[in-house]
Every structure is written in structure tokens, then in C-alpha cells.
């Protein structure tokens, strides 16, 4: 028997299988001596349908159950997109053809007989990295395509499932700031998002910057370099100080594929973040996420374990 943990993302998608009574996280066996399998795929980059897309997630999956070769007990979806109570999207403005799309009876249908689970993949990453770090009390922010996050206040996400995902992606750090794909100005996303730091980099080189590029002019500490980060670390500090007087955690953490891929992003926004505190404020620890790249998808995993 086994869990698949699924993490959707904008560009690409996650996919995990461990076995009943594996420890998850830390990559250990399962119970039984099954090994975990993986597999990462990137959405085509034209215009696909949905219709598409969720058939090269069920082409993807069949290769991975393959591999597998034994029965799956249930499935985790981590979503970045915003699903109504009926389980139809709302909005995603990473795949906008997915508007409108039954999306819990698509899965049913790529997963036919099998009980499937979905939440937010802010919210799911959250709580696993509250598990990680064994912390009731987490805010957890996830820097990459867009910005998701979520909050866990005394081991719950909040504000709950009944009332929604919480959307720190779209926290309006300043309101005169660039547009983002929501419409409004300023938010979050729209200024430290993977893209948004790429774009702010480019126009500061006059050429196209990608990810890479980024990286290794960071590691070199060219100066447009470090001003497109430090534009970026100090919207994420002023939304980590405004989650911190809100919701008062413990921890926070700052993760996502982009993040984790720049090292001196967490340490430049923990330095701003102290910068912006107020005497007797909330000053909660600022960290790296324990899980790198991956907290969504072991939140799926959790999920899919019914935890």
C-alpha cells in the first residue's frame, strides 16, 4: 500500500509515492523495505488546455504507479489555484485555462476508485513544515513562480478550510508598487516573486536575466545583482513583519524552488525583517525551510495520510 503526494505548481509538477509507515520527511523507508519513488514534470510551455494539461498529469502518473506496482491508498493534491466548495477553479493566473475546470472530478477521474484530497499548497506546506520543525506556531512563506504561504496557529491552518486559503502572495506591501496578475498594485507576489525579481534584474543589466544568471552574479556579489535581491528581501520583510504582529509565530519560514535555490535571500530578509521591528514586537525566528523546494509536496503527503 501506498500515498501519492501530487504539488502543482505554475510551472511544473511534483509527484511522490511512499509506502504505509514511511516517515515522510526524512526520507526513510517505508514499513514494508518499499523505497519512496519521485518524479518531476514541467506543464508544456504553449497555451495548453486544461483538458491537456490534466492528461499529461495522468501520463505522468501512470508511469510513476507503474514503477510502483503496488496499491495506493489515497491521494494529496497541493493547489496554488483558488477551488470553490464544489471543487471547480476559480482563478489561477499560472494556467488560466484552468478556469472554470471541475477540478475534483478530473482527479477522481485520473485516480479512478482511489480517495483523493486537495488543499491549498500554501497551506500544505505550512503544516509540513510545522511538522518538521515540530513548532504549533509557523508562518510559512514559499518564494518561486508566485508566492503562497500559509499559517499555522496552535497546529491549525488558519484561518481553516471553511473560510479559505490565506492568500500572502497577495498582501499589498505597496500600494504605488508594480501591477499584479490579480489586477491590484503592489502585492507581494508582484514584487518578490521569482519572475518579478528576474524582471527587475533584467532591466537593471538591460538584457534578459534567467535564474541561473541570477544566481551566479549573486554568488560573484555583482552590485545589480544584490540591489534586484535586496528589492525583493525587503518586500518579503515588511510582509513577514506584518504576518509576525498578526499572527505572532514562533517560526517563520521562507521557502519555495526560488528561494531555496539563492542563498542569501532568508539571511538579507531576517536583517531587514529585525530592521523593521518595533521596540517589544514580535521578533520571530527567520529560516530557511527545512524542506527546501519540496514543503508543498510532503504537505500533499500529509494530506494524503489524513494528517
Known sequence: ???????????????????????????ADGSDGQDPVESVFRWPQHAASADEDVAELRRHTDALLRRWRRPVTSVGVAMPATVDEAGRV?????????????????????????????????DLAALAEADAAGCRNVVYLGVGTGIGGGIVHDGRPFPGPAAG????????????????????????????????????????????????????????????????????????????????????????VIGGGFAAGLPG????????????????GPRPVITGAALGGLSSLYGALLLARGK
Do not use: N
Not at 477521474?109 to 486537495?118: I, L, W
Not at 499584479?180 to 533584467?202: D, I, K, M
Not at 535571500?265 to 517589544?280: D, N
Open 165 to 252: 486559503s490565506c492568500e500572502i502572495g497577495h498582501m499589498m506591501v505597496d500600494r504605488f508598487g508594480p501591477r499584479c496578475v490579480c489586477g491590484r498594485l503592489g502585492c507581494l507576489q508582484a514584487l518578490a516573486s521569482g519572475p518579478a525579481t528576474l524582471g527587475r534584474a533584467s532591466e537593471l543589466v538591460g538584457r534578459k536575466v534567467g535564474f541561473a544568471d541570477l544566481r551566479e552574479a549573486v554568488a560573484g556579489r555583482w552590485p545589480w545583482a544584490a540591489t534586484a535581491l535586496r528589492e525583493t528581501c525587503s518586500a518579503l520583510a515588511a510582509a513577514v513583519q506584518s504576518l509576525a504582529e498578526l499572527a505572532r509565530p514562533e517560526l517563520v
Open 90 to 122: 476559480s482563478a489561477w493566473p499560472g494556467r488560466p485555462t484552468w478556469q472554470g475546470l471541475d477540478l475534483r472530478g478530473a482527479l477522481r477521474a485520473v485516480f479512478p476508485g482511489t480517495a483523493v484530497r486537495m488543499a491549498d499548497d500554501g
Open 1 to 27: 500500500m501506498g500515498y501519492l503526494g501530487i504539488d502543482v505548481g505554475g510551472s511544473k509538477v511534483a509527484l511522490r509515492l511512499e509506502a504505509d509507515g514511511a516517515a515522510g520527511a526524512d526520507g
Open 265 to 280: 535571500l532568508v539571511p538579507e530578509v531576517a536583517a531587514q525583517a529585525a530592521e523593521l521591528a518595533r521596540p517589544g
